[in-house]
């Protein structure tokens, strides 16, 4: 139970930011603001961290993780209690992108400190408690700021993020100590598992698996920031029931990152059917999503949206890592890709649903892109194949 520990400031960390995010978006339902704001407030936050994960991760090699690890708490504590006295649309402009710098700060300096903490394992093992304990803070912070909403207080969620995020420093502070690992930064990688080297590592499931990755955080950008609001206030669903289908989905998604960190997962690997599969079922449910609102099927929806999401992120962070050697180079690539899906996702989603002024109009954007996505993998596959069937010898 232990060994656990180093791994429970992710679960804190996301669960802050799920309760930010959700809190935000019916938070600015009290402000009269347009779905095209939200999602460009949310989409610069998240600039501002693609910005300055690589730059504070570097720094942090430098003058140590403790230090930026405790400003990133820190900072996200003082957003959470200045959010609740924003009253106008500019106050938040000027408090919300500064959870992005929490992040930038946070995360890159916390996996180099995990790595650091956690010498040896597999790239399985490792995998699946990163993925199991993120998951579960990102899914919890959604569906608790939800059931808050019915609470006297509406700001309650923002001050628990404070609460929660001064016990994340308490927590760091305390596992924090040195190691020889901070004498040689150049080691300090996430997730660096020497022990998993197979024979190759075929360049066919990066561009596949990251390409399928980018779909699934954009779309899952746009139904963690724009359908709090865009449900409430446009389709009439309760706080309470979208709080249900993030449980349902986040549950879905803990259930396939154990399948997936299994040893018996392995016959999964290497093989297109469970990359492609899961895509071509989420873009027919974000489909139905765009034309109906039935809870049964967007239940449905969300639990086959969960099992695409950890399919492609587990497969991203898996094919860029196993057998390379320069692991950070490759999990900087993954991270980019995916925050690139997060950025354009809120974006163009909240433009969109203005624009058409139909608020399920994010859910077919999203059925497009995926099925685009699906197409130019596919694509990819047969010049793959037959490029490679040209360079074979002749018998």
């Not at 990688?189 to 779909?215: E, K, Q, W």
């Not at 002024?357 to 077919?364: C, D, G, R």
Request: hydrophobic share 45%; charged share 10%; aromatic share 14%.
């Amino acid at each position: 139970m232990k060994e656990l520990i180093p791994y429970v400031p992710a679960l804190l960390m996301d669960f802050c930011l799920g309760i930010v995010i959700t809190n935000t978006a019916y938070f600015s339902t009290s402000l009269s603001l347009s779905a095209t704001f939200i999602g460009v407030l949310m989409s610069f936050s998240t600039l501002l961290f693609t910005l300055f994960a690589i730059p504070f991760g570097k720094l942090s090699d430098r003058i140590g993780r403790s230090r930026l690890l405790s400003a990133g708490c820190f900072l996200i504590t003082l957003v959470s209690l200045g959010l609740p006295q924003c009253q106008k649309g500019w106050h938040l402009v000027m408090v919300y992108p500064w959870v992005g710098l929490s992040q930038a700060l946070f995360w890159p300096t916390y996996e180099a400190w995990l790595a650091e903490r956690q010498g040896g394992g597999t790239l399985i093992q490792r995998l699946r408690l990163f993925n199991l304990f993120w998951c579960s803070g990102i899914t919890l912070g959604p569906v608790m700021s939800s059931y808050l909403q019915r609470s006297p207080n509406p700001d309650f969620p923002f001050y628990l993020v404070s609460g929660c995020a001064v016990l994340n420093w308490l927590l760091i502070s305390h596992q924090s100590k040195p190691t020889s690992a901070d004498l040689h930064p150049a080691s300090n990688h996430v997730l660096d598992l020497a022990n998993d080297r197979p024979a190759h590592r075929p360049t066919l499931f990066i561009y596949i698996s990251r390409i399928a990755n980018f779909a699934s955080w954009f779309t899952l950008s746009i139904l963690r920031s724009l359908t709090p609001k865009l449900t409430t206030e446009k389709m009439g669903v309760s706080p309470t029931q979208y709080g249900h289908f993030i449980m349902l989905m986040g549950s879905v998604q803990l259930a396939t990152y154990i399948w997936y960190g299994a040893k018996r997962s392995a016959r999964w690997h290497y093989k297109l059917p469970p990359l492609f599969l899961p895509q071509v079922v989420t873009a027919i449910s974000l489909f139905i999503l765009g034309w109906f609102y039935h809870p049964q099927l967007w239940m449905i929806a969300f639990a086959l949206f969960g099992i695409s999401t950890a399919t492609t992120y587990f497969s991203s962070m898996f094919y860029s890592l196993v057998g390379n050697n320069n692991k950070g180079t490759q999990a900087g690539w993954h991270e980019a890709i995916l925050g690139i899906g997060v950025l354009l996702g809120p974006l163009v989603g909240g433009w969109l649903a203005d624009l058409s002024n139909n608020p399920q109009s994010p859910y077919l954007l999203c059925s497009g892109l995926m099925s685009g996505l699906l197409v130019v993998q596919v694509g990819i596959w047969l010049t793959m194949r037959n490029s490679n069937k040209t360079d074979q010898p002749a018998q």
